[in-house]
């Protein structure tokens, strides 16, 4: 008995079904927050904290300078839906699917400037300024902050 031979049915990805083939939603796996841009040592001093927490980091690109937080939304369903998807924030609906995750991963095309880590933005702002090393001792004596070592 001969079996029936299935052929796979191109269909052409549009602005309009692109989503409905997306299972992975990255775009719902992170968030972005707009910075003021960094220009001093204690801008960077404060950006330094930031990426030190756990799945955050930094970027600048033709828009400005923000920060990455890498952990995905409550509302994201193992199958890549929305759980609220009638009552998705407004951010949500209108997010673009113009060149997304979908297309391919971000690249370092995508970044003026890209710190995936404490290490990375430390490495910049040493070389950014001469006397970063030397920042901290100019600070107050007075501060009554964290003294843990
Ligand atoms: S915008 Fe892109 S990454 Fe997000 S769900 Fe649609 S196709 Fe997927
Ligand atoms: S609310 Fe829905 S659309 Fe918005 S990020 Fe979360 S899962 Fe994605």
Same mark, same amino acid.
């Given at each position: 008995? %001969?079996?029936?031979? =299935?052929?796979?049915?191109?269909?052409?990805? $549009? /602005?309009?079904?692109?989503?409905? +083939?997306? @299972?992975? %939603?990255?775009?719902? =796996?992170?968030?972005?927050?707009?910075?003021? $841009? /960094?220009?001093?040592?204690?801008? +960077?001093? @404060?950006?330094?904290?930031?990426?030190?927490?756990?799945?955050?980091?930094?970027?600048?690109?033709?828009?400005?300078?923000?920060?990455?937080?890498?952990?995905?939304?409550?509302?994201?369903?193992?199958?890549?839906?929305?759980?609220?998807?009638?009552?998705?924030?407004?951010?949500?609906?209108?997010?673009?699917?113009?060149?997304?995750?979908?297309?391919?991963?971000?690249?370092?095309?995508?970044?003026?400037?890209?710190?995936?880590?404490?290490?990375?933005?430390?490495?910049?702002?040493?070389?950014?300024?001469?006397?970063?090393?030397?920042?901290?001792?100019?600070?107050?004596?007075?501060?009554?902050?964290?003294?843990?070592?």
């Amino acid at each position: 008995m %001969s079996k029936a031979i =299935t052929t796979p049915i191109k269909v052409a990805i $549009t /602005p309009e079904n692109k989503c409905g +083939f997306c @299972t992975n %939603s990255t775009c719902c =796996t992170y968030l972005t927050q707009h910075l003021d $841009t /960094p220009r001093s040592m204690e801008d +960077f001093d @404060t950006l330094l904290w930031q990426v030190s927490h756990q799945n955050t980091q930094a970027y600048k690109d033709e828009d400005g300078w923000f920060l990455l937080v890498n952990n995905r939304c409550g509302h994201l369903l193992q199958d890549g839906r929305c759980g609220i998807y009638e009552d998705r924030p407004q951010i949500c609906r209108e997010h673009s699917n113009d060149g997304c995750e979908f297309d391919g991963p971000a690249s370092a095309e995508d970044f003026d400037l890209f710190f995936p880590s404490y290490a990375s933005l430390l490495k910049y702002c040493r070389k950014k300024f001469k006397n970063w090393d030397r920042r901290l001792k100019k600070a107050a004596p007075k501060s009554t902050g964290c003294k843990r070592d």
